[in-house]
């Protein structure tokens, strides 16, 4: 993003005929002068896993939102092409691709100005990449799948030591949140829940989404499909959590990603159903992020806590 920077200059109109009686200057309406520079407030964004679909997204929703700006693009693919140019954007973004976080941190933090991260990487390398974000006094926004446990907890006790914020998130669909605070509102009305989900490629089973919302729907005192909750039959689905909650996982080219979660009693079906079609559904959440991380002094995990 730029920001306009203007100068009003008047314009004076003098008689000089000496031979009348001198009049009152005279002034027309001022000529306005802008420049266009670029804004010193905007939040910096580094993008590591830029070249990724979700990463080319990332760079696009960005550039395009205000107050902040895509300052570095890291990835092991596509290295020194310009970032903007991978994207497809019709102007190249000056910004080339580098396979070394380290040194694009080192660059941004000389201008000292507010920095994000963004991490779409892998799980094995998202504590050293938090690590080294917090260092060049950084924040983070992760959004990476299947992260331990054991890994979000090292990570907030090394936050809340720095003093940095730090956005662990299982999702940036702001649709799939609103699905899980929806069931969790049905739990407490329904004996009986399957989750049932699709994708169109082999990915890890269950997904990220699945286990998120049979965890929420855990330990909350209840206890579900009580007639059927110690089969072993593999067709019922894998049980998640010990309060019953099954989950379902279709693979099939040409299916949407699909998760809907099935309540019921006697006489009555409550469905929730949420279908992602295009990567852009992650975008407004991690605009949020974004906005959001800057704030902050310690991690917090989930999304959902800013909606």
Request: aromatic share 6%; proline share 5%.
């Amino acid at each position: 993003m730029a920001a306009s920077s203007c100068q009003f200059q008047p314009t004076y109109y003098i008689n000089y005929n000496y031979n009348v009686r001198p009049k009152k200057v005279e002034t027309t309406k001022p000529f306005i002068c802008c420049s266009v520079q670029p804004s010193q407030n905007n939040v910096k964004v580094i993008i590591n896993g830029a070249a990724k679909e979700i990463g080319r997204a990332a760079v696009i929703a960005v550039t395009k939102a205000r107050g902040m700006e895509v300052a570095g693009a890291v990835d092991s693919n596509f290295v020194g092409q310009d970032i903007g140019q991978v994207c497809d954007m019709e102007e190249p973004l000056e910004i080339p691709i580098i396979n070394d976080l380290t040194m694009v941190l080192g660059s941004i933090s000389q201008s000292k100005a507010i920095g994000v991260v963004i991490d779409f990487t892998d799980p094995s390398t998202v504590y050293d990449n938090v690590k080294q974000a917090t260092a060049f006094g950084m924040n983070s926004v992760v959004y990476v799948p299947r992260i331990k446990q054991e890994t979000v907890m090292a990570l907030s006790m090394f936050c809340e030591k720095a003093s940095m914020g730090c956005l662990v998130a299982p999702t940036l669909s702001i649709g799939s949140i609103l699905l899980q605070q929806a069931a969790i509102s049905a739990s407490f009305h329904y004996n009986n829940v399957e989750i049932v989900e699709s994708r169109a490629n082999a990915v890890d089973f269950p997904t990220q989404d699945a286990v998120q919302i049979a965890n929420n729907l855990s330990n909350l005192g209840q206890l579900y499909n009580r007639d059927d909750i110690s089969t072993d039959i593999p067709a019922r689905g894998q049980v998640i959590g010990e309060d019953g909650v099954r989950v379902h996982s279709l693979v099939l080219p040409g299916l949407p990603s699909s998760t809907s979660v099935y309540f019921s009693r006697p006489g009555e079906v409550y469905t929730l159903k949420h279908d992602i079609t295009d990567v852009q559904c992650l975008m407004p959440g991690l605009i949020l992020a974004i906005r959001k991380v800057v704030r902050l002094k310690n991690l917090v995990y989930g999304l959902e806590k800013f909606l």
